[in-house]
């Protein structure tokens, strides 16, 4: 089968965040469906040409409409359109950004479709020329009418954790729209290599916005509480600290580091997957987090507490980290359970 992603965001569409870069699910889904078969295209909406390209199904983003997840946001929809009228079956998927403001961003656009089209046209960013938006505009109101009324005419996949049961806390963000939920987890190896290194007793936070500091302060009384050092990336303080790409990370950091750090968000909802706990259970260090529902999901071996972490010995480190890293496999699909999922989604939407 031909399969096209694309997307509102470049993330989407390309399968990389491009500043770091950080690969996100629909690099993982290109690799799965090229194993499991498919013939995979990825591009920006606006230039996928439908006539040349003849896609079997096509795959799309969907994202807030606002900021840089609503970068390619009217070519997205544009695309949408194009692809009904080819009569190409659609099939949307979500991230881990945001998922909770979509709603309340759709919304907005339906109260004033013409004051969001002229505050993203007249950022500078490449959200397209307001005539552009305009003439996209009654497909776009449709999707969102249809979205808030539970009438989205296809299904979204989530990339999840424990996908063989709905999770209501994500669910009441979709309001009864058709949900397909997916874990990637076992694929992330494939697309980003790991290194190796000799641990240290420290910690490691990366953050794009300032939840690192504002979660260490509220859930454990500051940075003075902790002894082991914290090297921390992003923003911490709303002071911007250095940033490390993706494969540095992965490559040096992780494996260097006891003790990785996984902030509660203010989109973290429900059990939506996290790159980082995968990188975790790769790498054998231990994570710390206070996600309720996620520590919930994966049970005592997640329920790290940093003062007991830090008091322990290194082979009780190794053995709290083996122990977190069995847990999180036992709990995660297969990649044979991942190919398996996208190849029924696309049997379902093409048949």
């Known amino acids: 089968m031909k399969v096209l992603i694309s997307g509102s965001s470049r993330t989407q569409a390309t399968g990389y965040m491009s500043l770091r870069p950080i690969a996100c ?31 079997d199904i096509l795959l799309l983003g969907l994202s807030p409409a606002s ?8 070519q997205c ?5 194009r692809a009904k009228l080819a009569h190409v079956p659609v099939v ?75 999770d209501p806390r994500t669910e009441k963000y979709f309001f009864g729209n058709r949900t397909i939920y997916i874990d990637p987890s076992s694929t992330i190896a494939d697309v980003e290599p790991l290194g190796t290194g000799i641990k240290q007793r420290q910690w490691m936070i990366a953050n794009l916005g300032n939840y690192g500091y504002e979660w260490i302060n509220k859930q454990f009384g500051g940075y003075t509480k902790f002894t082991w ?31 990785v750090m996984s902030p509660t968000y203010p989109m973290s909802v429900g059990r939506l997957y996290r790159t980082r706990f995968v990188h975790n259970a790769l790498n054998k260090s231990i994570i710390l987090s206070t996600h309720k529902d996620t520590v919930d999901y994966f049970g005592p071996a997640y329920a790290a507490d940093p003062k007991e972490v830090e008091s322990m010995k290194d082979f009780q480190l190794q053995e709290r980290a083996e122990w977190q890293a069995k847990v999180f496999w036992s709990k995660t699909w ?18």
């Not at 900021?67 to 009217?74: D, H, I, N, P, V």
């Not at 297969?334 to 048949?351: D, S, V």
């Open 25 to 55: 699910l629909s690099s993982y889904m290109y690799s799965a469906l090229v194993e499991g078969g498919h013939t995979v295209l990825m591009c920006l909406p606006h230039v996928a040409d439908l006539d040349v390209i003849k896609p």
């Open 334 to 351: 297969t990649k044979t359970q991942f190919i398996y999922g996208l190849n029924k989604m696309l049997l379902e939407a093409t048949e």
């Open 77 to 81: 929809y544009d695309l949408y359109r």
């Open 229 to 259: 050092p914290i090297i921390s990336f992003g923003k911490i303080n709303k002071v911007q600290q250095p940033r490390a790409t993706q494969p540095d990370m992965l490559n040096v950091y992780y494996p260097q580091s006891w003790g």
């Open 92 to 166: 949307w998927f979500v991230d881990d950004k945001a998922i909770n403001q979509i709603p309340s961003h759709m919304g907005s656009w339906l109260m004033d479709y013409e004051k969001r089209v002229n505050a993203l046209c007249g950022t500078g960013r490449r959200f397209g020329t307001a005539e552009y938006a305009m003439s996209v505009k009654d497909t776009t109101l449709q999707l969102f009418e249809a979205f808030l009324a539970g009438q989205f005419p296809e299904p979204i996949m989530i990339a999840m954790w424990g996908p063989e049961q709905k």
């Open 67 to 74: 900021g840089l997840t609503a970068q390619f946001s009217f």
